[in-house]
């Protein structure tokens, strides 16, 4: 699989249901990939819709790649910040499956909707990994062209995108690009705090009575910046749902396959008219909320430890190992070519260069205004009082 490929098959495959039967085992968790790296050939979602993937040898050898690019491209970053290169970065690590399968399975005329931590579902979508680092770093505001590549820019307030992503979606039904094979759809990521805002509430309203072609896809890492699940709600995420009036699933969002599995179901569900639905990404943020956050203050030390056993990549690898698919060479690799990227992305980095104070009015608007040029003006004589003195 190659980078910015966006959708997994390249013969299109479909990984939507094959055949309806009862349910089986525990119905709130659709996993197709255990921890230990052992295959479920189907699992069954709460409405009894069998997920299943059905790929090739590349194909699967393509997820794990994309799993190490993005942690190793993400803990450059993190380490950049803390050389002081970068004023703030949100990590995704331990969401690389979340991000990964779900971004394999939008297809090419879907829209995306992100946060500021969807950096695994940019590179899915073919975006240079270097662009959200200008915006940590200050130089700019996020330079991707959102038509282009069918990803909006990151949005930080909690919660904004989500009503963005539901005016987008109602949009699309209205225009009739809905009702068939090549219908788009949109996803809405957003976290687990994210679910007790207005907004996110508002656009599960607006979306179910418009029957907005809508994936709203949220990735339950367990935590608030520092506040439990159980401070956001009292039941599974994903039963809220049914309070709107659309389906909601739990997906198991250490696991590459099911992630996939589900979302490109949810999508397909929502390009063919069938409204929107939830997805609750059942992961773990293995590190701090943002670089500014220490998250030793308000959870302990087993807690990372029992996750850390559920490790997307690691279970990847195990997979692709028993079943012979991919061997030590393919491995090692793959690990080169991660260094090798995240070296690249270092120093580019640092390559970019500091832009003037005054160029902050530049973009604000596209012909300017008197008001804003009497700003600049003001501003440009503020920074020139500095000149030759001992400030």
């Known amino acids: 699989m190659a980078k910015g490929d966006p959708g997994v098959s390249p013969r299109g495959r479909r990984a939507a249901p094959r055949s309806r039967k009862a349910k089986t085992g525990d119905p709130s968790l659709v996993q197709l990939l255990t921890p230990e790296g052992e295959r479920i050939d189907s699992a069954t979602g709460p409405d009894g819709t069998e997920y299943r993937v059905d790929l090739t040898d590349d194909e699967y050898r393509g997820l794990y790649r994309d799993l190490v690019l993005v942690r190793k491209l993400d803990a450059e970053a993190t380490a950049l910040q803390r050389q002081g290169e970068l004023g703030l970065w949100a990590s995704l690590l331990g969401q690389e499956a979340a991000q990964v399968g779900s971004g394999r399975a939008l297809r090419t005329q879907d829209m995306a909707f992100p946060t500021y931590r969807e950096h695994g579902v940019l590179y899915c979508r073919g975006i240079d990994p270097i662009m959200p680092l200008g915006l940590f770093r200050g130089v700019d505001q996020g330079g991707w062209d959102p038509n282009e590549f069918r990803f909006n820019m990151y949005t930080i307030v909690i919660g904004a995108q989500t009503l963005h992503a539901t005016g987008y979606a109602m949009g699309i039904a209205m225009d009739g690009k809905t009702g068939g094979d090549d219908g788009e759809a949109v996803i809405a990521y957003f976290g687990d705090g994210a679910t007790s805002q207005g907004d996110v509430n508002e656009a599960f309203v607006w979306a179910s009575v418009f029957n907005a072609p809508l994936v709203f896809f949220c990735q339950n890492n367990q935590y608030a910046i520092s506040e439990p699940l159980e401070r956001q709600t009292r039941v599974p995420l994903y039963q809220r749902a049914a ?131 009497e700003q600049r003006m003001q501003f440009t004589n503020y920074l020139e009082s500095f000149e030759g003195s001992a400030h």
Do not use: C
């Open 243 to 373: 309070g709107f009036g659309f389906p909601g699933i739990r997906v198991d969002g250490n696991d590459v396959l099911a992630t996939y599995a589900v979302t490109r179901h949810a999508l397909d569900n929502a390009r063919h008219g069938q409204g929107p639905s939830l997805i609750e990404a059942y992961t773990y943020r293995m590190g701090a909320h943002t670089t500014s956050d220490d998250p030793t203050r308000y959870r302990i030390a087993s807690e990372v430890e029992a996750w850390q056993a559920k490790d997307p990549i690691a279970r990847m690898k195990a997979f692709l190992t028993k079943q012979q698919i991919a061997d030590d060479g393919f491995f090692a690799e793959v690990d080169e070519q991660a260094r090798t990227e995240s070296v690249h992305l270092r120093e580019r980095v640092l390559a970019m260069p500091n832009p003037e104070p005054v160029t902050m009015f530049d973009h604000v608007y596209p012909h300017g205004s008197p008001e804003l040029d």
